[in-house]
T-cell receptor
Framework: GDSVTQMEGPVTLSEEAFLTINCTYT??????LFWYVQYPGEGLQLLLK?????DKGSNKGFEATYRKETTSFHLEKGSVQVSDSAVYFC?????????FGKGTKLTVNP | NAGVMQNPRHLVRRRGQEARLRCSPM?????VYWYRQLPEEGLKFMVY????????ESGMPKERFSAEFPKEGPSILRIQQVVRGDSAAYFC?????????????FGAGSRLTVL
């Protein structure tokens, strides 16, 4: 079945560092791809999405590009802030269902 | 505009008791989804409901678990005769319908601990 694999955490960075969280997927067909973020004590929020190959999703300085050839959707941000500390989930859309990775906890220190 | 509301946020039950988790979708959303997150795991799909209908329950355990979304009131996820392995975070999400498929709004989750 469809699956998502994302890099193990936790990830700890200093403010203004470059962030990459790797995400690869296995799917039949061409699913939509998503990054969700969960801040402490809150629900998951959609961060960005891409619906077809070579699409780039972006939001709040974060970017991810749908790469069909490498089945990847890596999340990047050029300069992280303390407020970016959260758990990040990569997901693919399988019809009405989302298939999630295990999540990567990011801590950004001042 | 309140988001997806889940309650209780934390629930403690002893083995053999029943757990009821409630979810009120966002205003205007008619589709509700339940996901479970076991420790160290990603979120796993459990069930997808519309008002008074279960659309897809392929992720629900065959026994002890049930879900409903009545015409009036919140969606309920019910776990009978809980066991320690049911300890997890249960997330509810909602969407406005087919046009908004896959764009889910999540609640903050209900954390069930079974002693």
């Amino acid at each position: 079945g469809d699956s998502v694999t994302q890099m193990e955490g936790p990830v700890t960075l200093s403010e203004e560092a470059f962030l990459t969280i790797n995400c690869t997927y296995t799917a039949t067909g061409y699913p939509s791809l998503f990054w969700y973020v969960q801040y402490p004590g809150e629900g998951l929020q959609l961060l960005l999405k891409a619906t077809k190959a070579d699409d780039k999703g972006s939001n709040k300085g974060f970017e991810a590009t749908y790469r069909k050839e490498t089945t990847s959707f890596h999340l990047e941000k050029g300069s992280v802030q303390v407020s970016d500390s959260a758990v990040y989930f990569c997901a693919l859309g399988d019809g009405e269902k989302l298939v999630f990775g295990k999540g990567t906890k990011l801590t950004v220190n001042p | 505009n309140a988001g997806v509301m889940q309650n209780p946020r934390h629930l403690v039950r002893r083995r053999g008791q029943e757990a009821r988790l409630r979810c009120s979708p966002m205003k205007g959303h008619s589709h509700v989804y339940w996901y479970r997150q076991l420790p160290e795991e990603g979120l796993k799909f459990m069930v997808y409901l519309q008002k008074e209908n279960i659309i897809d329950e392929s992720g629900m355990p065959k026994e002890r678990f049930s879900a409903e979304f009545p015409k009036e009131g919140p969606s309920i996820l019910r776990i009978q005769q809980v066991v320690r392995g049911d300890s997890a975070a249960y997330f509810c999400a909602s969407s406005p319908g087919l046009a908004g498929a896959n764009v889910l709004t999540f609640g903050a989750g209900s954390r069930l601990t079974v002693l």
